[in-house]
């Protein structure tokens, strides 16, 4: 299966990619073949940045993935003061369950507030990656089963050690997930971000699904090749 | 039988422990620099030094096993007399005083007992019988129920480092390698200085050293345990507390598991205590089985098991009756568990 897989995959897109070509007059997106053709014809250089496509997309993309890595970092501190001290989880628990549920549609509150270019596409990605990450976190950190912890204590570990040691990749299969999350999250919270910017072009909108597909792809394979030993039923990712 | 040094220079003449539980505390006392001084040089591992020692000292332990014969006789030089008590010269190391009282207040001095030097000791009972909570206690995981409740109860911050444990759960990291497994032990609680042939030496004493390289989930449930069971004894306690260790096994992987026990005490000549519910078992491994009652935390009796070693293979005879007269100690008690 491991063999076969990604040929697959590949096997899939294209046969995805056939039903568009032939259901596109159906739909409101162009065909591929003319989403392939406009993007050949991308002049080089545009004469206004404002709508130069490429230039949408890269900022896309480097936000979503500025905002993924602070956001991620942030959510990870996050989720282990609220594990770790009581006093934290009485004071933070309300925000964090309050803005977890913010609509997307605040994006453009914040587009309006901030006038920098590319700061809010970023700013709004790292904070819909947080909650994610935090969430993925706790209940990592708060798995770990107690008898494991029982032999930590039986070696005299300090609580450091315990962490490197035990908690932390105990947790690591939760924590990857929420990550994985995170990066959805973040791609859309940038693209969203982008369109109010400039209008969207159909091929942005390709590229950017097919960067999106590739990251995954990525993020997927480093944990599974990571993770692959962190629990009886591994590989762990699927 | 000759005492066998490790070969990083440890001794295996363990070091008396006096454990005394009472009045809330619990200590564990370890007297060893006064009365077994450490033999051999301090560690000089190398490799070659180490699996050259390993390989004599198994094929004087365990020759090989179509030699049934040899095998008693290297084992077994110091053979019970028939009827005999067969941990009679051994002098109690540990004074087990009150154990009762981790289970509650009201059960203060109900359990009371003397573990033997290189014994292995068996507590048998029903479940609820206390047998966790006596290990886990005896472990420094547990601090004894006290009588004045509030702050006080939080568990130990860690357990004496005289005595290694091994949970009835499953508590390899699947993370780790065998070997990786084994070292953690050596590298936390403030210990920096590890020599990683002391791992591959106890590895190869108890012929695990082929699945070094292996993670736990690739192993069948017998070597887990059994690798479990080492990592325990990686930083060579001189008590070995087993909980429940047949649990999850079939009736054969049991025999080959209580097998497995035999060797690695007649190897490691450890104090071992193991709590378990299967009777059969615990007469195949131990030199003394005590029955505990299913109202928790009283001793029924202690049963001496006079029966030769190595008990491998064929039930050596008088093994049912030691078995038929623990079942009768505990007739009362219906819910524990006979395989036999």
Redesign the interface.
Known sequence: MSGRGPLLGLAGIVCGLACWQGLAPLVMLPAPCAVVTALANVPPASCDPGTDQMALLSLTLSSALGGWLIGGLVGFVLGLLLVESRLANRLLMPWVRMPASLPGAVAAFILAWYAWPDGPAALLAAWLALFPVAVATVAGLRAVPPHWLDVMRGFSASPLETFLALRLPAAAPQLFAGLRRALATALAAAAAAGFLRAPPSAAGLFLLAAICGLLHAALDWTGRHLLRNAAPGRPLLR | MPKIAYPWGHCVKWPAAIIVPGNGSFTVSDDSETRHPRVGPPCTCRRETVLNQISTQLTDLAPAPENPASQIAAWDEESPRPGADPAEHLVPVILLRDVGALLGPDRAGAVTLDVREDEFLCLVGPAGSGKTTML?GL???ERPAPAARGRNRR?A???A?SV??M?A?S?L????TVRQNLW??L????RRKVDPWQVDALLGMLGLLEVANL???DLPVRTRRLVELSRALV?DPSLVLIDEPFRGLDFSARRALADDLERVRAITRKTFMLFTRDITAAVHVADRVGVLSADAGRLLDVVNVALPRPRRAASPPGQAGVVQRIMELCGDQPRIAVTC
Do not use: K, N, Q
């Open positions: 886990r472990a420094g995981l568990p911050a860690g357990h480092p290694g444990f949970l759960e508590t990291f699947p993370w780790l953690l032990p590298r936390v609680g403030g993670f736990p989930a930083r």
